[in-house]
């Protein structure tokens, strides 16, 4: 079949799809995928992939994409973070045949993705884009789309759009946020940006970005054109938010665990997804965080769920007015109650209130630096003794190429790494480190030299008994 381009591989192969999970990594697994589709996903992305990893590892190709073969899952695009066009091809040429297109990931910001160099830290590199991305549309048989996230410069991200359709991109997925935009830092996606690639591209656009409701589903298509609209923690928080439901706390929960139970993934996935979808109970049962931390089994995370299921679903969802009666049930009178503030909601007047702060700043504002995190907490929990203060931590000299720390006994004062180079280069030894490519240089050339020496010495027929001839003699010798 020749391969479906633009509109119509959307209206086609994708089903003309408005409601769209995002790629999410550790999050967007084949249960959570099977979830969202039950609640009006119509489209799914697999968590990030890395394509160097995909192509060397039969393990990691087993773990996230072969084993995880389902018809329910389709329509489905499996995201690659790459930085070579030839590796992100081989990738690619692997998960085809499993998945509906092939998605290019241009919009991650997390130092992870600078320290690899992909995402959106690929994003001024133009002439690379392109390479990728028509290479990607040439060597493949399904479509190629791209997720990118904006500049602050309207004009710079429609040609930067354009750019990538002209390369071969099939559809291209708009994160309202620049790459600074993340954390606490996030603020408010620009839907101005979104709505200006729409008008300039002639390929399907999807919004990512502000999506907490169906309601801002609904008015994000009115407002920017797009054809579809992206969530990523506004469905981690609520599966049936393209259903426009919120409900009960317990219902979404069950139903995940049960599918967990036919298509089981990671506990620490189950884990995260519970602590999302708690948020609001666990502020009122805190003791239930601890234990839900602490678990090991799939079966000990279904049954911490101590709270009353009236309660509960009160505390998730809906919080009394401020002229609501004390004291009734929190699902009595259920009209009276108001919208809790979603989790995710961004930093009123990040912007607004003289640009964006640094991170140092809002954790003053939140109590100060000497305050522990509560991942540190939990360390300290179970070690007392350990301390985090960075003066008392011991020196430790810094090897002369990399900066890791070197080998104290190094012959070149350097790191086991940096030394297993230099030492492999130079065939010397390194004691220090126990690599020893001199001494055994040394042993195989004198075997190799034993192994050559000419056995002229020998009488005739002496080598073997019987009177074997001497070159059958040296052959068997």
Known sequence: MPKLQGFEFWSRTLGGARHVVAPMVDQSELAWRLLSRRHGAQLCYTPMLHAQVFVRDANYRKENLYCEVCPEDRPLIVQFCANDPEVFVQAALLAQDYCDAIDLNLGCPQMIAKRGHYGAFLQEEWDLLQRMILLAHEKLSVPVTCKIRVFPEIDKTVKYA???????????????????????????????????????????????????????????????????????????????????????????????????????????????????????????????????????????????????????????????????????????????????????????????????????????????????????????????????????????????????????????????????????????????????????????LAWKGAQSRPQESQPAGSGEPGGLPEVVGSALA
């Open 162 to 444: 354009q750019m990538l359709e002209k390369a071969g991109c099939q559809l291209l997925t708009v994160h309202g946020r620049t790459k600074e935009q993340k954390g606490p830092l996030s603020g408010t996606a620009s839907w101005e940006h979104i709505k200006a690639v729409r008008k300039a591209v002639a390929i399907p656009v999807f919004a990512n970005g502000n999506i907490q409701c169906l309601r801002d589903v609904e008015r994000c298509i009115q407002d920017t054109g797009v054809q579809g609209v992206m969530s990523a923690e506004g469905n981690l928080h609520n599966p049936a938010l393209f259903e426009g439901r919120s409900p009960a706390v317990w219902e979404l929960a069950e139903e995940y665990l049960d599918i967990v139970r036919q298509h089981p993934c990671p506990l620490s996935y189950v884990r995260a997804h519970l602590f999302k979808l708690w948020h609001h109970a666990l502020q009122v049962h805190q003791q239930l965080r601890e234990e839900l931390a602490k678990v090991k089994t799939l079966e000990a995370v279904a049954g911490a769920q101590p709270w009353p299921r009236s309660q509960a679903a009160g505390a998730l969802y809906a919080r009394p007015c401020p002229g609501a009666q004390a004291g009734g049930s929190p699902l009595a009178g259920r009209p009276q109650l108001c919208p809790l503030p979603f989790p995710f909601r961004p930093r009123e007047g990040s912007k607004e209130n003289g640009g964006a702060r640094s991170k140092r700043a809002l954790e003053e504002e939140e109590g100060g630096t000497d305050v522990l995190s509560k991942n540190k907490q939990k360390k300290q929990l179970r070690n007392p003794h350990k301390t985090f203060d960075a003066s008392l931590k011991p020196k430790y000299a810094k090897c002369d190429q990399c900066g890791n720390p070197k080998g104290n006994r190094c012959v070149f004062n350097l790191c086991r790494g940096c030394c297993k180079k230099r030492a492999f280069r130079e065939a010397a030894d390194c004691p220090g480190h126990g690599l020893l490519f001199k001494t055994k240089l040394e042993k195989s």
